[in-house]
T-cell receptor, first 113, second 114 residues
């Protein structure tokens, strides 16, 4: 069975700092990759997704992620965070053409003003 | 479009009680899903449905039942609530499986079993 690892459970940053969240998955076949964000008290929203093509994917709110197939990784980045980026971030993987997502354990990000 | 809606938002149950968590989507999506979210564990798939009348087990189905009589609705039933079912439950839907689609999530139901 596939699995998804997010190695950082908690990250604390100051505003304007750069953010990088790691995501590694275990499935060896073709995958679709997602990053979701959950703001406090809200439901999950899609930040960005990768299906094929350019491995550097740009999402909403200045986030981007890079798919490195050789490393089974899909790390999320933002060059300069804001207080409003305080949230929990989830990486998710799905077998290509499949319908079930496997989520990582999430990373709680706190941005101090 | 309202998207994916869930009721109730909060519920406290006693051990052994039963309840149904409601989920409705107005996007005419074929696929619907139920997840539970526990701290530090991400989301785990409980059940999913690929269309009206078709349901299948996910990763953690024990203690739950689902039905899908219409495209719009996908209720989740807890028959004998246990403390281990204390969690936040999210319903999601997607247009179809395969490439270039995403799952849309509802606002969640926070359930506490005492």
């Amino acid at each position: 069975a596939q699995s998804v690892s997010q190695h950082n459970h908690h990250v604390i940053l100051s505003e304007a700092a750069s953010l990088e969240l790691g995501c590694n998955y275990s499935y060896g076949g073709t995958v679709n990759l997602f990053w979701y964000v959950q703001y406090p008290g809200q439901h999950l929203q899609l930040l960005l997704k990768y299906f094929s093509g350019d491995p550097l994917v740009k999402g909403i709110k200045g986030f981007e992620a890079e798919f490195i197939k050789s490393k089974f990784s899909f790390n999320l980045r933002k060059p300069s965070v804001q207080w409003s980026d305080t949230a929990e971030y989830f990486c998710a993987v799905r077998k290509a053409a499949g319908n079930k997502l496997t989520f990582g354990g999430g990373t709680r990000v706190l941005v101090k003003p | 479009n309202a998207g994916v809606t869930q009721t109730p938002k909060f519920r406290i149950l006693k051990i052994g009680q039963s309840m149904t968590l409601q989920c409705t989507q107005d996007m005419n999506h074929n696929y619907m899903y139920w997840y539970r979210q526990d701290p530090g564990m991400g989301l785990k798939l409980i059940y999913y449905s690929v269309g009206a009348g078709i349901t299948d087990k996910g990763e953690v189905p024990n203690g739950y039942n689902v039905s899908r009589s219409t495209t719009e609705d996908f209720p989740l039933r807890l028959e004998l609530a246990a403390p281990s079912q204390t969690s936040v439950y999210f319903c999601a839907s997607s247009r179809t499986s395969g490439t270039n689609n995403e799952q849309f999530f509802g606002p969640g139901t926070r359930l506490t079993v005492l």
